[in-house]
């Protein structure tokens, strides 16, 4: 795959996420700006909680990667990737981070 069409793809997921989020979660929030409720909104049932730890657990994955390359390839700006990956989510911090990423290794022998 061509690195153009690879990176316009991952920003089109990440921007589709963006707007399905504002979309979904926005407004709830703003009629009732419980957030501590809205998180735990995502345990209700044994499904959701299913979803909501394999969500948690890809971030903590970017994360540990993230500062991982920041320290081995030095990889810079990937905290604003992970700080993504909490709100709107790791639909949009992970496939930021591969951009950000290819972009920094392209210019090392890094970069496969």
Not at 12 to 22: E, M
Not at 33 to 49: K, M, Q, R, T
Request: hydrophobic fraction near 55%.
């Amino acid at each position: 795959m061509i690195h153009q069409v690879f990176n316009i793809a991952l920003i089109g997921i990440a921007a589709i996420f963006t707007v399905i989020f504002c979309a979904v979660v926005v407004p709830p929030l703003i009629a009732d700006p419980d957030i501590v409720s809205a998180i735990l909104a995502g345990f209700d049932n044994p499904y959701a909680s299913g979803y909501s730890t394999d969500v948690i657990l890809c971030w903590v994955v970017l994360a540990i990667w993230v500062f991982y390359e920041r320290h081995t390839y030095s990889v810079k700006h990937g905290w604003i990737c992970v700080a993504l990956g909490v709100v709107p989510g790791v639909a949009v911090g992970f496939p930021l981070y591969l951009v950000l990423r290819q972009k920094q290794l392209t210019h090392t022998s890094f970069a496969s």
